[in-house]
């Protein structure tokens, strides 16, 4: 009986140790993140679908980061006009998975995959957008 309380008890810690650290983020954070970028960048955009497919956390110097890529269906209500063959800097056509020019009719729909990239923090994962989730 002894020997079966010091199983349980140990996997009852290892159960709390799991549930206190700081999880990788998920879908819900994911698509925030891109809501939150696509309105910084003026874009008329409404995420219809957004789903991680892949994660991979890794140690860079002294920061713990995760790069996370994502399928998503984007509609632009009014239409837009995407400029993307001279974006220098990654923002929206990066994030829609566009490397040209493209204009959207109205309510027409990407579809799309992208990546999203976090650092981990006391506050748990710093997103692109500034954010921590």
């Keep these: 009986m002894n020997k079966v309380m010091r199983v349980a008890g140990a996997a009852l810690i290892l159960a709390l140790g799991a549930c206190g ?33 892949q994660g991979r956390a ?8 995760y790069e996370y890529w994502y399928e998503s269906e984007i509609q632009f209500p009014d239409g837009y006009d995407a400029k993307c063959a001279n974006e ?14 493209q204009s959207f009719q109205k309510n027409e729909i990407l579809k799309s995959e992208g990546s999203l990239h976090f650092s981990k923090t006391d506050q748990g994962w710093l997103a692109e957008d500034k954010n921590a989730y």
């Design 88 to 101: 220098k800097e990654r923002g929206a056509c990066a994030l829609m998975g566009l490397a040209t020019d």
């Design 58 to 65: 890794a140690h860079i110097g002294n920061d713990d980061v």
């Design 21 to 53: 650290g700081t999880r990788e983020p998920n879908d819900a954070a994911g698509a925030k993140v891109l809501r939150n970028m696509f309105e910084s960048a003026a874009v008329p955009a409404r995420i219809v679908s957004f789903k991680k497919t």
